[in-house]
């Protein structure tokens, strides 16, 4: 015992020695992003180590464990693009020393202009006070307080993302197993509980998105939903330790749990939709926050703002790896309460870092509610159902750069859903009445509309892939149960067998932003690679592989069946392929959604679009589920047992693989038109404001 804890101990104290080489080899001047996710990816394995070295005695562990955790999060706010370091420190901007002798060289002060973080309304700001007062002072004072977001605001939403995500998976990886055993369910009931509570995590995500960009802006909806979440893990911590776990260290499959009384069952359910209700609330609001963070106006943060996604389903699958390899042990050898408090104070930490990083984050304010503006264009069409509809140059539109919807660029008119034109189009009526926005619409408030039409064929096609992704959870986990899983005297469960999925997103991200990209760029001309819409054909020509490769990974199954044994003689680690297949299509997938969709979403519904990912992930469980119940309600007639039948051994689960593989390649083909006829979302003076921008920058510094 003594040996483990020196070896722990060991282990930390290598971590923070690597801690101090970095810092020394690394001035912070010089740090780039790719040192800064080196350092980061290093503190997260160097936890993940300390952990396996220690597994025993967690709580021994825990005065290790805990400054390690803040070096991570620390990892990821210290050392950013923009140079910010000193975690104390970073919701308050440190001057460099030519900031400090800025007003002795102008040379200096377009240094400082360049570091600073300035907005394009900042730009102008700085350029007219230099025209107007030729004050030196007051170019300065508007340089330094109006910086805000960018990569030291999108790291700590980043460490967020990653420390939810944990909590969250802490508490819901092994749900099933945890009302069979300690509720005593059986497996269908349990099953069925958890896919509904699975669904209401991602429908809730649509209810976050509404909030969010109607009434409550993303930051109070953030933190509004993490409170809530954080809340929900408190009483499923004081539920099972008080009420469920009794006697202690029960449901580890050996020794049986009382009957659990109903206080202490209702108290449990209550906790578990507080958590669904939190967790989906908060997800696509943290994705648009951390993208409201990057300009999309200047060229080189709208190049960040893509890579951010990409590292936020890094962080998200980061934060998985933790809870689907060390909380899932616990959890099944009868610590679910050590558990559940782990993902507690994950949660805590991930609140509390979320707070602290208040006075440096950039802040979208709300746009009101979009369902009135949404449906008053319809019904201004249908009104208008008998006129045709104006040219474009003569449709409505308020005056002046601001469109009628607070806080949201106007948008340039497109020619798709020609019919709802006729609400922008001027009447005779129009002209005699007081102006009524469900008679007359403006161009943007059409437009708004059309975007979300155009968008749904895209996400329609979205569904077919999030099938392919929801057999990870269930069918493969029921194909993995049922081949030889034992490692010499070790059984390896079936369902950690996604430890490889998450290691192949982890290894994918890498490849893709350090190689594709650059590649990818360098021959389309295209600064991110690839655009959103290629990437997601890509993943589904990748999932395509991952139920190909599952299928022959059946077939062999099926050969090295015995008769009259369970399991077969064909080694687990067959699996591999069909995870990494679909670890790698995630990427591509998963990402180029969440790019698109909050990218393409008009300013007023952001947090809709990035909703819109997490409610196809919602769909594609209940498709699934339909699926299986159509496949067997017709391949199980007479004798025949179906396709997936109750023993495996019996059945064929190989030919629903290849069919859900043929579904795809069919949707693939309607991806194509659908990719084709989309046209992106066209913001009034977005490419001029890009050149302006640089042109009055020019005109600043030349006037200094």
């Known amino acids: 015992m003594t040996h483990s804890r020196h070896k722990a101990l060991l282990c930390a104290d290598l971590s923070f020695l690597f801690h101090q080489k970095f810092l020394l080899h690394y001035p912070s001047q010089s740090i780039t992003e790719n040192d800064a996710l080196s350092l980061s990816v290093y503190a997260f394995f160097s936890i993940y180590w300390a952990l396996l070295c220690h597994f025993s005695q967690p709580f021994l562990l825990c005065k290790q464990l805990i400054p390690l955790l803040f070096w991570f999060i620390s990892s990821l706010c210290e050392f950013s693009p923009l140079g910010y370091h000193s975690l104390p420190n970073y919701c308050e901007q440190k001057p460099s020393m030519a900031a400090m002798d800025m007003l002795n060289s102008a040379n200096e002060v377009a240094l400082k202009e360049r570091e600073e973080n300035i907005t394009p309304a900042d730009a102008v700001t700085v350029h007219n006070e230099s025209r107007q007062r030729k004050s030196f002072l007051k170019i300065k004072n508007s340089l330094t307080w109006k910086s805000s977001g960018g990569w030291k605001a999108a790291n700590i939403l980043l460490a967020n993302q990653g420390l ?417 297949f679909v670890g790698a299509s995630e990427v591509f997938m998963y990402v180029g959604q969440l790019e698109f969709f909050n990218g393409q979403a008009p300013d007023g519904i952001k947090s809709f679009g990035s909703s819109l990912c997490m409610a196809s992930i919602s769909l594609g469980n209940y498709v699934s589920s339909l699926l299986v119940n159509m496949v067997m309600s017709i391949t199980a007639r007479g004798q025949n047992p179906g396709w997936i039948p109750n023993d495996l051994n019996m059945g064929h689960m190989d030919r629903f693989y290849f069919l859900i593989a043929a579904l795809t390649a069919i949707d693939f083909v309607f991806y194509l038109f659908c990719a084709n006829w989309y046209t992106p979302i066209n913001l009034q003076g977005a490419e001029k404001e890009t050149e302006m921008e640089n042109q009055e920058d020019h005109d600043v510094l030349g006037r200094v």
């Open 164 to 580: 939810a995500t944990l909590a969250f998976f802490g508490a819901g990886v092994n749900l099933v197993l945890f009302l069979t055993r300690v509720l005593g369910q059986d497996n269908a009931t349990a099953a069925n509980n958890v896919s509904k509570w699975t669904g209401t995590v991602y429908m809730c995500s649509l209810i976050g998105a509404f909030l969010s960009d109607s009434y409550w802006g993303r930051y109070l909806t953030c933190a509004l939903f993490q409170l809530i979440f954080v809340l929900g893990l408190l009483l499923l911590c004081l539920s099972s330790w008080i009420f469920l776990i009794k006697p202690s260290d029960c449901g580890d499959a050996v020794i049986a749990c009382r009957p659990a009384s109903p206080v202490g069952i209702a108290i449990f359910y209550l906790s578990i939709y507080l958590v669904a209700f939190g967790y989906g609330g908060h997800q696509p609001t943290i994705a648009t926050f951390g993208a409201d963070q990057f300009d999309e106006k200047k060229p080189k943060e709208k190049i960040s703002k893509a890579a951010f996604f990409c590292y936020f389903y890094f962080a998200l699958n980061t934060g998985s790896l933790f809870s689907n390899t060390i909380l899932v042990y616990y959890e099944d050898s009868g610590k679910w309460t050590l558990g559940f408090l782990v993902s507690l104070g994950s949660a805590v930490i991930a609140l509390v870092s979320f707070l602290l990083g208040t006075p440096g984050y950039r802040y979208i304010k709300p746009c009101g509610n979009p369902l009135p503006r949404v449906a008053q264009v319809f019904v201004a069409a249908a009104k208008k159902w008998d006129v045709a509809p104006a040219n474009a140059d003569e449709l409505y539109e308020v005056e002046g750069p601001e469109s009628a919807i607070k806080g949201s660029r106007k948008i340039l008119h497109s020619d798709e859903f020609e019919f709802l034109d006729k609400a922008a189009t001027i009447t005779e009526d129009d002209m005699t009445r007081q102006s009524d926005p469900w008679r007359l619409c403006t161009v943007t408030q059409v437009e708004e509309a059309k975007c979300v039409l155009k968008m749904l064929p895209i996400w329609l096609c979205t569904i077919i892939y999030s099938v392919v992704f929801t057999q990870m959870a269930s069918l493969f986990v029921e194909q993995g149960d049922v081949m030889s899983s034992n490692i010499g005297k070790f059984h390896l469960p079936a369902a950690s067998m996604s430890a490889f999925d998450i290691c192949s997103v982890l290894v994918c991200t890498g490849i893709y932003r350090h190689i594709l990209v650059p590649l990818a760029g360098k021959l389309s001309g295209n600064p991110k690679g690839l655009t959103e819409l290629q990437r997601m054909g890509i993943g589904l020509i990748i999932g395509i592989f991952a139920m190909v490769a599952a299928g022959i990974t059946e077939i062999q199954r099926l050969k090295h069946v015995t008769p009259g044994q369970k399991t077969s003689s064909l080694s687990i680690f067959w699996q591999i392929p069909q995870y990494v």
